[in-house]
């Protein structure tokens, strides 16, 4: 069975630092790959997502993650972030195939410091 | 708001008894997933359902756990005999397709006393 490990717990950041959440996998096959955000209070939104084509995805909020089939990994990158980036996020994995379900890393809890 | 919704919000119940809860899935939407998350940890996945059909079931689902979709919109999921380690959120979403963003409810709160 497929796993994500997400290796910080707890990242805290000044305004305008620079960002970047690890992410592995662990699974040979061919995978689509997600970073999810859940703010204080709100559901969990996608970010952005990776099926296939230019291994560096860009998605909402400035975020973007570069997949790196060598090293199983997906790092998430924000080059500034901003206080209002306080939030949880997640990292998932699901098989390349019909069923959709996704394996999540147990979060990465961002907190910004105005 | 046309998301997924979830019903109740919060659940607070006795150990043993039994509970339902109630997922609205996106108009249209054929997937419907249910995750399970405990504090600390990323959703663990349920079960899904490929309009009313169920085609994956979780072994972390047990024979207390039951989940349907009839009619392949609104899905219910139920636990029997509620044990102290069924304290979790329950998460429901639902997608287009395999392929597709899956779009996340707000979640049930379950808390077994």
């Known amino acids: 069975a497929q796993s994500v490990s997400q290796h910080n717990h707890h990242v805290i950041l000044s305004e305008a630092a620079s960002l970047e959440l690890g992410c592995n996998y662990s699974?040979?096959?061919?995978?689509?790959l997600f970073w999810y955000v859940q703010y204080p209070g709100q559901h969990l939104q996608l970010l952005l997502k990776?099926?296939?084509?230019?291994?560096l995805v860009k998605g909402i909020k400035g975020f973007e993650a570069e997949f790196i089939k060598s090293k199983f990994s997906f790092n998430l990158r924000k080059p500034s972030v901003q206080w209002s980036d306080t939030a949880e996020y997640f990292c998932?994995?699901?098989?390349?195939?019909?069923?959709?379900?996704?394996?999540f890393g147990d979060g990465t809890t961002l907190t910004v410091k105005p | 708001d046309t998301g997924v919704s979830q019903d109740p919000r919060h659940k607070i119940t006795k150990r043993g008894q039994n509970v339902t809860f109630r997922c609205d899935p996106i108009?249209?939407?054929?997937?419907l997933y249910w995750y399970r998350q405990t504090l600390g940890q990323g959703p663990e996945f349920l079960t899904y359902?490929?309009?009313?059909?169920?085609?994956?079931k979780s072994r972390l689902l047990s024979d207390r756990f039951s989940a349907e979709r009839p009619k392949g919109s609104f899905s219910t999921l139920e636990i029997q005999r509620t044990e102290q380690g069924d304290s979790a959120m329950y998460l429901c979403?639902?997608?287009?397709?395999?392929?597709?963003?899956?779009?996340f409810g707000p979640g049930t709160r379950l808390l077994v006393l």
């Open positions: 979403a639902s997608s287009l397709t395999a392929r597709e963003t899956q779009y």
């Open positions: 699974y040979g096959g061919t995978v689509n």
């Open positions: 990776y099926f296939s084509g230019d291994p």
């Open positions: 998932a994995v699901n098989l390349n195939t019909n069923a959709g379900k996704s394996t």
């Open positions: 108009s249209e939407h054929n997937r």
């Open positions: 359902f490929q309009n009313e059909a169920q085609l994956e």
